[in-house]
Every structure is written in structure tokens, then in C-alpha cells.
């Protein structure tokens, strides 16, 4: 039974030490991105596979597109009441 006791410690202890957290991951992330300038696949697939930092692009935008569908689609259903069948 200590085994709850021993994670919730390490979780409070993470959560007052977030923003380390978040200054290394972002620093982890920077170096990947530093380390495509210089390490290329030989052989991409398409075109942009071989561009320098092209999965990082993509990555952000397909992240931006999936918070735009999320709050102007899928949360105005998810937030109406339930016996809401839609009509006025």
C-alpha cells in the first residue's frame, strides 16, 4: 500500500518543480531540432522529408489544426445540455 503514497510524493515534487520541467523539455526539443540541420535522412520519402526541421513544422501546424477543430467544432456539441436535441 506505500506505492500511492510514494507517486503522489513524486508527483507533488514534479508539480513544484514545473517550470525546470518545462525549460528542459523545450531545451531536449531545441537540440533535436538543431540536430536535423546536420543529420538528413538519405533517403526521404517525399520532398519535405528532406527539408531541416520539416517534422517540427508540421508537427506545430497539425497541433494548431487540431486545437481549431477541437474549440470550434467538437466542444459547442460537447457542451450543449443533454436533453438538447438541437432544434430552436
Given at each position: 500500500m506505500r506505492e500511492p503514497q510514494l507517486l503522489g510524493s513524486w508527483?507533488?515534487?514534479?508539480?513544484?518543480?514545473a517550470d525546470a520541467w518545462k525549460k528542459a523539455l523545450f531545451t531536449v526539443l531545441g537540440?533535436?531540432?538543431a540536430l536535423n540541420l546536420f543529420i538528413t535522412p538519405h533517403h526521404p520519402h517525399f520532398t519535405?522529408?528532406?527539408?531541416?526541421?520539416f517534422w517540427a513544422v508540421f508537427s506545430l501546424g497539425a497541433a494548431i489544426a487540431m486545437v481549431y477543430v477541437l474549440k470550434k467544432i467538437v466542444y459547442p456539441v460537447l457542451?450543449?445540455?443533454e436533453d438538447?436535441?438541437?432544434r430552436p
Open positions: 508527483l507533488e515534487a514534479a508539480r513544484a518543480r537540440v533535436l531540432v519535405g522529408e528532406g527539408l531541416p526541421g457542451a450543449r445540455p438538447d436535441n438541437g
